[in-house]
């Protein structure tokens, strides 16, 4: 495939990885932020690969692993009432909730469908005129103007049964927050890389700027991911921390400005719960008041009941970087990707599930 | 969550496009992408283009990392 190929190339690979165990001398602790790079660095054995004083930390940037179980609750409750189909991405369906999964509630009688995309949700209200079709609206930057645009259409082509429940987050903020706790002592920050197609590099300038942090926005192949090393490498090796794009093929400094305009007209910021680090002010998306008529947080009245957490699971601590995987008790034996207890084993990009899918010796 | 794939744009009706992946066509929406062109490759997200790839950028990252692996 053209534009991905040309970055796996074993031989080069190799020699750049040469490059980084010569160049690399100071002990850095390098965060990935987004759960894509997590299972390409596995993918790949690149953690193993790199020097020693190079540690390599997941972050929270899985949209299904951060949603917080009073959200999913929430959404569970939607797809109970009489009339609602829900729509939703495919892994989201299979995370517990408090007392069970949209799948559970599913075999309960609820009518849950999974889609691709949010054009395949708007399709079904289409279709189902006389249902309330709620689209479970997660993601990132990367995903929250697909579900603006699909609001806009719905909007011209006047369908009044399509609803979403914006769980949408954004990256910068959660950074700061996690940047904030102070728990996690970062020498450098992977980027990611589609959140960053969207909302260009300028976002991150604040962690360079105010936490003197390196930042490198990467691409998803091996390649890219070593080169966004070798930039932090030389920023860190040199002291001199900064914000540079190693995927420029696909990321602009200013983003793509209809799309952030899009996503902009439909959305506002608001506050959003995160699993693991609770409501952070300012880092989600809410329905603006002109299109309220499309919000199924405003149209629709529910009782999702207390929330529980599941018991042991640690996905909260290893969201934020503190604890991996290795430390949770249920790790590979209550909880497999087969039989989930927490969301990090669900979702394909969840530490758990990378740890469980490529060896514990990558660690 | 966030993945995106290259996909060629083959034709393009109003905001949707016919695009093509290693040989299979899909439809892709490009109210994200406005200038996209047939002939651009896009990242394709879930349905929608969320941005057109550089090829100029593309050839120069992969020339910076030649140099880089030679310069070791
Ligand atoms: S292994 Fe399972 S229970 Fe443990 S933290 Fe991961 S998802 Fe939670």
Redo the contacts between chains.
Sequence with gaps: ????E??RDPE?GK??L??IH?RSRKPARLMEF???HTVAIFKHGLRQLLPDNIEMLSGP????CVTASDDLDRAIALGHLPDVIITS?G?MVRVPGSRSSLQEARSEGADVRIV?????ALAIARDNPEKSVIFIG???E??A??IA?SI??AEQEKISNYYVLSLHKVCPPIMKAILDLGEVNLGGIIC????S??IGSHPYQFIADDYKIACAVSG?EP?DIL?AV?RLIRQIESGQPTVEI???????PEG?V??IR?METVFEIGEANWRGIGVVPSSGLQVKSQYEKYDAAKNFKIDPGPTHEPEGCICGSILRGVSTPKDCGLFGGTCTPEHPVGPCMV?S?GSCAAYYHYGDNHG | ??????A?IKSIDGQQAEVD??GITR?A?L?????AKVGD?V?L????A??V???A??E???K???E?????
């Design positions: 495939m053209k534009f991905v040309e970055y080069l020699k750049l040469d490059m010569e987004c759960g894509g940037g899985c949209p299904v991405f892994d691709y995309s949010a054009q395949d997660i993601g990132f990367t995903t103007p697909t645009a806009l259409q990611p890389g589609h959140v197609a969207i998803f390649l080169l070798d190693a995927y420029r093929r696909g990321v602009k793509n209809p799309a899009l979702s990009e | 969550m966030c993945l995106a794939i290259p060629l992946i290693e439809d929406s109210q994200l992408t406005p200038d490759y990242l997200h879930t349905g929608y969320i941005g790839i550089d090829p950028e593309a120069e990252t992969l910076l990392l030649k880089l692996s030679e310069a070791s």
